[in-house]
T-cell receptor, first 112, second 117 residues
Framework: RKEVEQDPGPFNVPEGATVAFNCTYS??????FFWYRQDCRKEPKLLMSVYSSGNEDGRFTAQLNRASQYISLLIRDSKLSDSATYLCVVRKMDTGRRALTFGSGTRLQVQP | GAVVSQHPSRVICKSGTSVKIECRSLDFQATTMFWYRQFPKKSLMLMATSNEGSKATYEQGVEKDKFLINHASLTLSTLTVTSAHPEDSSFYICSALRTSGGGYTQYFGPGTRLTVL
C-alpha cells in the first residue's frame, strides 16, 4: 500500500467551479501535511500547509482529519491558471528524517 | 523566498557515461538536502538524504554506488549518476532544508531532466 494515496484524476472542470481533492496517508506517525502544486515539467511548489483546525488561503481550503488519516483540498471559483497537478505531501519524524513523502498527484484541468 | 538552483537543467548523454548534477542553496545554508526522482506521471520518490560533512543516507532500493552524492559545503550538494543507462532517464529534483525559528521549510530546485540514449 502506498504511503500517500490520491485519485490521479484528471478532474476536468469549468471555470468558476468548485473542486475538491482527497488524500489518505497510511503512516500514523506522519506529523506535517502539505499540498503542493506541480506544473508540467516543473518542480513542485508549496501551495499550503494543512492543520488539524483547517485552514484557508484565498480560494483554497485545506482540512486534516487525523483520526481518519485523511486530507482534503477545496478550490473555489476555479481559474484557468489553477490547471496543474496537486500533490498531497506528508512528513514524518521517525529517526529525525525530515524528508517529504509525496502522493502521485491529482491532475486538474480547468476549462474555459 | 529562498532560492535553490540546479545545474544543468537538461542533459542528454550516451549510455555508460557519468553525469553530475549540482544543487545549490543561493541565499541560505543547508546542512540537509534531499534528492528526488520523478518518472513521467509518477510521484516524486526520495532517493537519498544528503548531509553536509557526512555520508548520504540512501532509501531502500537506491544503489549508492550508482548514485554518488557529495555534500561538500553548506550550499552545495552534487548527485553523480554513474554509468548511466536509458532506464536512468528521469526528472531529478533536489531540495534544501532551511531552518528558522525552530521550524524548517523545504525549498525545491527547478529540476534536471536527464535523457540517456
Amino acid at each position: 500500500r502506498k504511503e500517500v494515496e490520491q485519485d490521479p484524476g484528471p478532474f476536468n472542470v469549468p471555470e468558476g467551479a468548485t473542486v475538491a481533492f482527497n488524500c489518505t496517508y497510511s503512516n500514523s506517525a506522519s506529523q506535517s501535511f502539505f499540498w503542493y502544486r506541480q506544473d508540467c515539467r516543473k518542480e513542485p511548489k508549496l501551495l499550503m500547509s494543512v492543520y488539524s483546525s483547517g485552514n484557508e488561503d484565498g480560494r483554497f481550503t485545506a482540512q486534516l482529519n487525523r483520526a481518519s488519516q485523511y486530507i482534503s483540498l477545496l478550490i473555489r471559483d476555479s481559474k484557468l491558471s489553477d490547471s496543474a497537478t496537486y500533490l498531497c505531501v506528508v512528513r514524518k519524524m521517525d529517526t529525525g528524517r525530515r524528508a517529504l513523502t509525496f502522493g502521485s498527484g491529482t491532475r486538474l484541468q480547468v476549462q474555459p | 523566498g529562498a532560492v535553490v538552483s540546479q545545474h544543468p537543467s537538461r542533459v542528454i548523454c550516451k549510455s555508460g557515461t557519468s553525469v553530475k548534477i549540482e544543487c545549490r542553496s543561493l541565499d541560505f545554508q543547508a546542512t540537509t538536502m534531499f534528492w528526488y526522482r520523478q518518472f513521467p506521471k509518477k510521484s516524486l520518490m526520495l532517493m537519498a538524504t544528503s548531509n553536509e560533512g557526512s555520508k548520504a543516507t540512501y532509501e531502500q532500493g537506491v544503489e549508492k554506488d550508482k548514485f554518488l552524492i557529495n555534500h561538500a559545503s553548506l550550499t552545495l550538494s552534487t548527485l553523480t549518476v554513474t554509468s548511466a543507462h536509458p532506464e536512468d532517464s528521469s526528472f531529478y529534483i533536489c531540495s534544501a532544508l532551511r531552518t528558522s525559528g525552530g521550524g524548517y521549510t523545504q525549498y525545491f530546485g527547478p529540476g534536471t531532466r536527464l535523457t540517456v540514449l
